[in-house]
C-alpha cells in the first residue's frame, strides 16, 4: 500500500544512570570472570539505577529529547513507552512520564515485546504519523533490567543493564527518508525458554513464587541463542532481499544489543563487515527496549549518521519477539 506520508525521525534523547557495574564487580559477587563474559557476550559494563524506576529513565530520555530539539511537552500528541519493567503493571509508564514532563496534550501507551520492543513501537508510531493523525509522537525504550535480575544467579545477571532512549517521529511527505518496510514476528511458543512467570495473573505474587525466585528473569541462554542468531540473521536479510537492499546500500545494522556473537552471525547473513554494525553492548549490556535507540543516539551525536543513509534495525526477545526494519535517516 503506497502511503502520502513517511514518519522519521526529527529528534533524540538517552538517559543512563551513572552507577557502573563492570566485570571485576561480578567477580566479586559471583563464580565469574571478565575473559568468559567478554568472549562468550561482548560485555565490559552496564549501569545500574540505584534509586527510581523505569519512568525516571524514560522522563530522563525525553527531557534530553525536549532540550536537543527545543520542541515543547505540550506539542507531544502521543508517548509509546517500550518496556518489560514497567513502574507497575498499571497505570502505564507512558502516563507517569507524561505527567512527569507536562505533556498536556498527549496520549499514550506501554508497548511490552521484551527486546523488540523498540522495532514494534516504533512501527506503531510510524503509523500513527502515517495514517496522518498525529504530528509529533515521542517513542521510548526504557528498562530498569536490574529490579527483575537476580544478582545471584550467573547466567542472567552479568547480561543486563538499564537505560532509557527516546525517537520523535514526525510527519514528512519526502519519500526517500523515514520508516520504508518492517518484518515483525511474535512465536509465543517461546514462552518457557525466556520470562518472568511472576505477578501476573498467571501466577499472582504469593509466598511461593517469591520463594521460588518467580519475579526474576528466567532464561535459557542456549536454546534462545539458536533461534535468536536465526531470527535476527533471516529477517535482517530478508529485509534486505524484499527491497533490493545490497550489502553496499546499507551504511548502518542497528541491532539489538544481547550478544556480539548474534550481532557477528547477522552482519554475517547480510554480508556487511563489523565496520557496518552499531555496538555499545560494551558499555552497557543488554538494555533490552533500549538498546537500539541507545544506539541510534550514540551515533547520532558523533556524527556518524547522515542523512540519506539505510540503517537495518533487527531484534529479537522474549516471547519470541523478532524482527528487523529498513529506515532511511531524515536529518543533518
Ligand atoms: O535479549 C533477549 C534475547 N536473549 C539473547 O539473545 C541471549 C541469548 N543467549 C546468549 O547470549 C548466551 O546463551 C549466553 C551469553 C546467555 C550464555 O552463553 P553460552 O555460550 O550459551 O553459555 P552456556 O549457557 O552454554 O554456558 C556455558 C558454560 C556453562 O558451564 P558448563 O555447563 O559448560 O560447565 C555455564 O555454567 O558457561 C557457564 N557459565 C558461566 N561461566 C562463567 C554461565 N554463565 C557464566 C558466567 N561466568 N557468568
Not at 513502574?87 to 507512558?94: G, H, I, K, N, V
Not at 514494534?120 to 530498569?144: N, R
Not at 511458543?189 to 505477578?199: F, K, P, Q, T, Y
Request: aromatic fraction near 8%.
Amino acid at each position: 500500500m503506497s502511503k502520502n506520508l513517511n514518519a522519521v525521525i526529527t529528534g533524540v534523547g538517552m538517559y543512563v544512570p551513572e552507577t557502573v557495574l563492570d566485570n571485576k564487580y561480578f567477580e566479586s559477587i559471583i563464580e565469574t570472570n571478565d575473559e568468559w563474559i567478554v568472549s562468550r557476550t561482548g560485555i565490559k559494563e552496564r549501569r545500574k539505577l540505584e534509586n527510581g524506576a523505569t519512568s525516571d529513565l524514560a522522563t530522563g530520555a525525553i527531557k534530553d529529547l525536549f532540550a536537543s530539539t527545543g520542541v515543547k511537552p505540550e506539542e507531544i500528541d502521543c508517548i509509546i513507552v517500550c518496556t518489560v519493567t514497567p513502574d507497575m503493571l498499571f497505570p502505564a509508564t507512558a502516563c507517569l512520564v507524561q505527567n512527569n514532563v507536562g505533556a498536556v496534550n498527549a496520549w499514550g501507551f506501554d508497548l511490552s515485546a521484551a527486546c523488540s520492543g523498540f522495532l514494534f513501537g516504533f512501527q506503531v508510531g510510524a503509523s500513527l504519523i502515517e495514517s496522518g493523525t498525529y504530528k509529533k509522537v515521542v517513542v521510548i525504550g526504557a528498562d530498569k533490567m536490574s529490579s527483575i535480575v537476580d544478582y545471584t544467579d550467573r547466567n542472567t545477571c552479568i547480561l543486563f543493564g538499564d537505560a532509557a532512549a527516546a525517537v520523535l517521529l514526525e510527519p514528512t511527505e519526502d519519500k526517500s527518508i523515514g520508516l520504508k518496510d518492517s518484518i515483525l514476528r511474535v512465536d509465543g511458543s517461546g514462552r518457557e525458554a525466556l520470562n518472568m512467570r511472576g505477578g501476573g495473573s498467571y501466577m499472582p505474587p504469593s509466598h511461593e513464587t517469591v520463594d521460588n525466585k518467580l519475579h526474576y528473569i528466567y532464561q535459557d541462554g542456549k536454546a534462545v541463542f539458536k533461534v535468536a542468531v536465526v531470527g535476527m540473521a533471516d529477517t535482517s536479510y530478508e529485509i534486505m532481499k524484499k527491497n533490493n537492499l545490497a550489502p553496499e546500500d546499507v551504511k548502518y545494522l542497528v541491532p539489538h544489543q544481547a550478544n556480539l556473537r548474534i550481532i557477528d552471525a547477522t552482519a554475517n547473513r547480510m554480508g556487511i563487515g563489523r565496520e557496518k554494525v552499531m555496538i555499545n553492548i560494551d558499555k552497557y549490556g543488554n538494555t533490552t527496549a533500549a538498546t537500539i535507540p541507545l544506539c541510534l543516539v550514540e551515533y547520532y551525536r558523533a556524527g556518524k549518521i547522515k542523512k540519506g543513509d539505510n540503517l537495518v534495525l533487527a531484534a529479537f526477545g522474549a516471547g519470541f519477539t523478532w524482527g528487523a526494519s529498513w529506515y532511511t535517516w531524515g536529518i543533518d
